[in-house]
């Protein structure tokens, strides 16, 4: 299910997702009438749009966090138009099975859109590069991440996105042992549990960025 106020991007998402072979259930313009519709057929994933009617403040992210507490099997990719770090936090605190935040942008990159997509569906995380870039710059460990080696850095900055170890060690061109070896320094010099899959490891990261 789509929930978008601006037709324009509602259809275009609508064609896009049908043209990869999802089946779009339902496409509403505001946060209520998604609630609604979720709550009569619930569907496999939705996609929020953060600001929608009839005050285009976060009536959206509302939306979102009461799914995910009343519908806890249906993944929810929410899209910003902007960088609200203070939405991600929330929307980390419901947990991080089956969650993304994602700026608007990166639906015109559609390649990493279905990506983000595919892994919120499959119970993954999906949080986009800008918002771990504005919180890892943001964040009050920073002498903590001074301690981090540059390709520490890029394997965090990458599990904070949601990817896998073996998608790192893809993106990075190196092997998935390797990417463990640092992803193991990278918990050990932020004074961060270790164990957990991959969900836990990306929650203990964005709650200690966002702290």
Same mark, same amino acid.
Request: cysteine-free.
């Given at each position: 299910?789509?929930?978008?106020?601006?037709?324009?991007?509602?259809?275009?998402?609508?064609?896009?997702?049908?043209?990869?072979?999802h089946e779009v259930t339902?496409?509403?313009?505001?946060?209520?009438?998604?609630?609604?519709?979720?709550?009569?057929?619930?569907?496999?994933?939705?996609?929020?749009?953060?600001?929608?009617?009839?005050?285009?403040?976060?009536?959206?992210?509302?939306?979102?966090?009461?799914?995910?507490?009343?519908?806890?099997?249906?993944?929810?990719?929410?899209?910003?138009?902007? *960088?609200?770090? #203070?939405? &991600? $936090? +929330?929307?980390? %605190?419901?947990?991080?099975?089956?969650?993304?935040? =994602?700026?608007? /942008?990166?639906?015109?990159?559609?390649?990493?859109?279905?990506?983000?997509?595919?892994?919120?569906?499959?119970?993954?995380?999906?949080?986009?590069?800008?918002?771990?870039?504005?919180l890892l710059a943001r964040?009050?460990?920073?002498?903590?991440?001074?301690?981090?080696?540059?390709?520490?850095?890029?394997?965090?900055?990458?599990?904070?996105?949601?990817?896998?170890?073996?998608?790192?060690?893809?993106?990075? *061109?190196?092997? #998935?042992? &390797? $990417? +463990?070896?640092? %992803?193991?320094?990278?918990?050990?010099?932020?004074? =961060?549990?270790? /164990?957990?899959?991959?969900?836990?490891?990306?929650?203990?990261?964005?709650?200690?960025l966002g702290s």
């Amino acid at each position: 299910m789509i929930a978008e106020d601006s037709a324009l991007l509602r259809e275009g998402l609508v064609r896009l997702l049908a043209d990869e072979g999802h089946e779009v259930t339902a496409a509403v313009g505001d946060a209520d009438a998604l609630l609604t519709a979720v709550a009569a057929a619930p569907p496999e994933v939705v996609v929020v749009d953060v600001r929608m009617p009839p005050t285009h403040t976060d009536e959206g992210l509302r939306a979102a966090l009461h799914l995910r507490a009343e519908h806890p099997g249906v993944g929810v990719l929410v899209l910003s138009q902007y *960088v609200e770090q #203070r939405y &991600a $936090v +929330e929307l980390l %605190a419901s947990g991080t099975e089956g969650v993304g935040y =994602l700026l608007k /942008d990166r639906v015109g990159r559609v390649e990493e859109f279905l990506a983000a997509l595919d892994r919120v569906h499959s119970g993954g995380t999906a949080f986009d590069p800008e918002v771990v870039r504005r919180l890892l710059a943001r964040t009050r460990h920073t002498d903590d991440l001074d301690r981090l080696t540059g390709r520490e850095r890029d394997v965090l900055s990458l599990m904070a996105q949601g990817h896998t170890n073996a998608a790192i060690a893809e993106r990075l *061109v190196v092997s #998935r042992s &390797a $990417v +463990e070896k640092h %992803a193991n320094a990278v918990f050990d010099k932020l004074r =961060l549990p270790r /164990d957990g899959g991959t969900n836990r490891r990306v929650l203990a990261v964005l709650r200690f960025l966002g702290s």
